[in-house]
């Protein structure tokens, strides 16, 4: 009987060890897909402000910035 117990322990151990990459990479990628997704809303909210309250003119703040550069 206790051969039986070890034997399942040892394949719970290669199934973890199994599995474990799968659960990262599958982390990994739902992060990059979140980062990119809020990467384009913030473009599509920086476009909507600038067509509709900057009406497509520069914001006076950028002015002193572009000569200090």
Do not use: C
């Not at 051969?3 to 739902?30: A, C, G, H, R």
């Not at 809303?41 to 509709?52: A, M």
């Not at 900057?54 to 200090?68: I, S």
């Amino acid at each position: 009987m206790a051969d039986k117990e070890n034997n399942i322990t040892f394949v719970e151990i290669d199934l973890q060890n199994e599995l474990s990459p799968l659960v990262e990479q599958s982390q990994q990628q739902v992060i990059v897909q979140n980062n990119a997704t809020l990467t384009l809303l913030f473009l599509q909210i920086g476009f909507r402000i600038n067509e509709t309250i900057l009406q497509n003119k520069r914001a006076e703040y950028g002015k002193p910035v572009v000569p200090t550069l």
